[in-house]
C-alpha cells in the first residue's frame, strides 16, 4: 500500500468516527436501521407477555397466550431472576446473582417463568395487569446489548356491577435489565432481571386484596 493510500484510509477512517459520533468502527458495521428501537421493543414485548397472562378475564388461557408472545423476544434457554420487594439487591441494574445478595427465584426458559407468572397472578385473584415501562436505555457492543428500563405495574381485582370501584389496585415498582444477543433470526433476549424496590396496595375495597 503507498503512502497516499495510507492518508487517504486514515482520513476515511476519521471522517467515520466523527460521523457516528465516536462509535466503534466495528459495532458500527453492525449497525441496522432503528436498533435501538428495535431493542427497546423486547423489553415491550416482555411487558405485553406479562400483561397477557394477568388478563384472566378475556383470555380463556392466560399461561399460554403469554407465552406465546414471550417466546417472540427470549431465547428457550433464557434465564428470569426476581428480587422481590424487601430482598436486597446489590444494583438496581444487572444486579448480581451470586454472593450475599442472591435474587429469591431463577427460573430457566420462559415457558416456567410463564407458569410462575400466571400461578402468581392466579393465586392473587387478578382480574387484569399492567405493565407499563420507561426510562429505557439501550447499549450495543457488536452482537450484544443491553437493555434496562423502569417498571410501574398494576394488578387489579375488579368491583362487582358497573362502575364498581375495584377491590383490589396493586402497585409494585422496580428496574427490569435484560442481556440481549443476535442470533441469524434477530435479537434475542437471553436473561432477564427483575429488581422490585415497591409493592403496595393502592386502593382496597370489599374483601380487599386477599
Not at 467515520?16 to 462509535?23: D, P, Q
Not at 381485582?157 to 441469524?184: D, H, I, W
Request: aromatic fraction near 10%; charge should be negative.
Amino acid at each position: 500500500m503507498n503512502a497516499f493510500n495510507v492518508v487517504a484510509g486514515r482520513v476515511l477512517a476519521i471522517i467515520l468516527l466523527v460521523a457516528l459520533g465516536g462509535r466503534d468502527l466495528a459495532a458500527a458495521s453492525n449497525d441496522e436501521p432503528n436498533l435501538e428501537a428495535q431493542l427497546a421493543q423486547l423489553l415491550v414485548c416482555y411487558a405485553r407477555g406479562a400483561d397477557a397472562i394477568g388478563d384472566g378475564r378475556t383470555n380463556h388461557d392466560p399461561e399460554a397466550a403469554g407465552l406465546e408472545i414471550f417466546r417472540k423476544c427470549f431465547t428457550e434457554d433464557a434465564t428470569f431472576a426476581i428480587w422481590p420487594a424487601g430482598q436486597p439487591f446489590d444494583n438496581p441494574e444487572f444486579p448480581s446473582r451470586v454472593g450475599t445478595m442472591p435474587p429469591l427465584l431463577i427460573f430457566v426458559g420462559p415457558a416456567a417463568w410463564a407458569k410462575f407468572t400466571n400461578s402468581s397472578f392466579r393465586g392473587a385473584g387478578y382480574d387484569y395487569v399492567q405493565h407499563l415501562v420507561g426510562n429505557i436505555e439501550v447499549k450495543v457492543s457488536g452482537n450484544n446489548a443491553s437493555v434496562v428500563g423502569y417498571l410501574n405495574s398494576t394488578h387489579v381485582v375488579m368491583g362487582e356491577g358497573l362502575l364498581a370501584p375495584s377491590q383490589c389496585v396493586l402497585q409494585t415498582n422496580g428496574t427490569y435489565s435484560l442481556r440481549v444477543r443476535k442470533f441469524p433470526s434477530g435479537w434475542k433476549v437471553t436473561s432477564l432481571d427483575l429488581a422490585q424496590f415497591a409493592y403496595n396496595n393502592i386502593i382496597e375495597n370489599g374483601e380487599g386484596c386477599g
